[in-house]
């Protein structure tokens, strides 16, 4: 009888340790991919916006606004986790030169341990500018004969 005390102890204890872990892997795995995710999406996003006739006639890249919020939010819909409520804000968003500041907020759930309920709050910041070639005047005059 002793033995099977302390066999029902063992299994508890790793029940338990298996609980603690999955509570803190869900929450740092969760914290480094949303940061993933939003750093690509809006390397992406920033891409889509791009104003191609713009940059053949002047020579200079410019970002269409409206078009970035689109695709951001689209791409971002689609690959976040279901797991956790969202909000994202954008902050100057600038066509000429393209530069960003995108703050998502992640609030996952909340979980409770002897009576005490924890929840916790990932903010994820991230400026872009976007730079490339600029044509030069000459190469405007030659395109355009």
Known sequence: MK?????YW???LGVFIVVIMLLVQSVTSNTQQDYYLVKEISEAAML???DYSYYRTYGEIKMNKEKFYESFIRRFAE?????STYTVNFYDIYETP???SVEVKGKSGSFSVAGDT?????VNRL???????????SKLDKSEN
Do not use: Q, R, V, Y
């Open 48 to 50: 889509d916006a791009i």
């Open 10 to 12: 063992l299994i508890l």
């Open 118 to 122: 924890t929840s916790f709050d990932i």
């Open 3 to 7: 033995n099977a005390f302390w066999a």
């Open 127 to 137: 400026d872009a500018i976007m730079e490339g070639n600029t044509l030069s005047d």
């Open 98 to 100: 393209p530069k960003i």
């Open 79 to 83: 690959n976040a986790s279901l797991t």
